[in-house]
């Protein structure tokens, strides 16, 4: 039997509860002050205070992530996206020339990674750096001779990928780490 709690549930039930709380409060100082009238403007106006506090909150805690999530990130995402894109097309089009077992990648894979490898190191929103090491790695692979050099510039294109994102997560918060 699958249980329908979630881990929020106990958080919702503190928030109803909270709310049920604060409404009797409004209502019973209403209560006090105008009796039956009273009672309805106290309830209304209970309700209205605890529905303004939890946006509050809400808001309040969006902020928070958002300023977190700042913190942590820095530089060009899509950059560094396209970066680590073109690192996995180019080392997928050097496991397609040089495959583990002879005869394992067709004609057809190797020219469909070639082709993708290719329009990945050409993105314009790719940082230079790496652009020039996925040219300079696919020459290498495309020269099909040497696996240990094609590793090699696979190797440079991967130093280039880490080395355009300095502190790109930061856990300090300090933008010099």
């Known amino acids: 039997m699958r249980s329908s709690f979630t881990p929020a549930t106990p958080l919702y039930a503190v ?9 009797a409060m409004g209502a019973s100082v209403g209560f006090l002050l105008d009796t039956w ?12 205070a605890f529905l303004l506090g939890m946006k509050a909150t809400v808001m309040l805690c969006s902020l928070q992530t958002r300023q977190t999530l700042r913190t942590l990130t820095k530089g060009d995402p899509r950059g560094e996206a396209a970066a680590h894109l073109a690192l ?3 080392a997928l089009y050097q496991a397609a020339v040089f495959p583990l077992q002879p005869g394992g990648v067709s004609g057809d894979e190797q020219a469909f990674r070639r082709a993708v490898a290719y329009r990945c190191a050409a993105r314009e929103d790719l940082p230079r750096p790496v652009r020039v090491a996925a040219a300079e790695a696919l020459d290498v692979i495309e020269q099909g001779q040497d ?16 080395d355009c994102r300095p502190g790109f997560i930061s856990l300090s918060g300090d933008p010099s780490t």
Request: proline share 0%.
């Open 15 to 23: 928030c109803g509860l909270s709310g049920m709380c604060v409404m």
């Open 37 to 48: 009238r009273g009672l309805g403007a106290g309830l209304i106006l209970g309700a209205g």
């Open 147 to 162: 696996v240990k050099r094609a590793q090699a510039a696979v190797w440079t294109v991967n130093e280039a990928v880490r």
């Open 88 to 90: 996995h097309a180019v």
